[in-house]
DNA sequence: ATATGAAAATAGTAAAATACTAAGATGCCA
DNA sequence: TGGCATCTTAGTATTTTACTATTTTCATAT
């Protein structure tokens, strides 16, 4: 079981742009500096979140990205399930339905209880708690233009 | 977030095994014909709990497996972790040992959280809890030699 | 209008993990 | 000693991951 390296760095993106967006539209070239993640890679990630409507992007100089609603709105779960899908196996597809062999499956009922404590979780974080968490242990720059801080 | 094919064929092993053993020696053979799993690939995983000391092979004409312990002290997390290890992210290594990055992380905590609501339930469900289940479900074969259920 | 800065879209690629398959060695029992 | 079944070790095709690169589009400042 695991999480991707993508699907954590798109977390580590919405909390810098949820960090940043107050002094302006975030850019993925900032972002990439603090986070020390590739622009490239940032890029790529960043259109999925931007087609699921959790970013929003304006092109030209001064451009950058701001979240579409509020941090304190935007659920872990949103993000992991655009990225890669919440489900514990492959027996359980995205929408919660099951596979076909769950007539015959013992392990079934485990997986459902495994899906639900980490979906739980997940729905139960949003954002706002990732910053806030953040900020009580200090980890929160302050600075302009291009802090030297590392979320 | 995902478990391995080799993780649930594992663990359909041990029910296989935990249901079949009273009547015998348990041939690879035959757990392969009722799960519909390539025997070659079976023979691969079980090696792992055999190594594990979760069954025990004997070789040779009626031989077969059966586990080590009552299937009742045998926990899913147990069988999880020797294949593919519990761990929801990287940042968490197998003794709960946290990455360096963990005094910037803000996902830490939640990742932490996660992966003990995990590692509860696969704790707390055992192998006779799933066959318990299995029967509940009347999915448990009677019949000799060679039954044509699936677990 | 035009140069520029930044997002957006698309394509490609190397490395790792997954999911097997194959071949043979070892050991046990009749 | 013949055959059965475990045990051991290699090999391989497919998929996923984790990027990198290229080009296009568009908004803005000059």
């Given at each position: ?24 539209k975030v850019k993925i070239k900032d972002i990439s500096a603090r986070q020390d993640i590739s ?48 489900s514990a196996v492959p027996c359980i597809k995205e929408n919660g339905v099951v596979c076909e062999?769950?007539d015959v499956c013992t392990t079934i009922g485990m997986w459902q209880r495994i899906n639900e ?35």
């Open positions: 079981m695991n999480f991707s390296n993508k699907t954590r760095y798109a977390l580590r993106m919405m909390v810098d742009i949820a960090a940043n967006q107050e002094r302006g622009q490239k890679y940032l890029e790529q990630i960043i259109t999925i979140l931007t087609k699921n409507d959790l970013v929003k992007g304006e092109r030209g100089p001064q451009g950058g990205y701001t979240l579409t609603r509020p941090a304190s709105e935007i659920s872990v779960a949103e993000i992991v399930n655009v990225i890669e899908g919440i062999r769950k404590a980490v979906n739980k979780i997940m729905s139960e974080t949003t954002i706002q708690d990732l910053l806030d968490e953040a900020n009580a242990k200090g980890i929160i720059f302050i600075g302009d233009p291009m802090p030297e801080y590392i979320i």
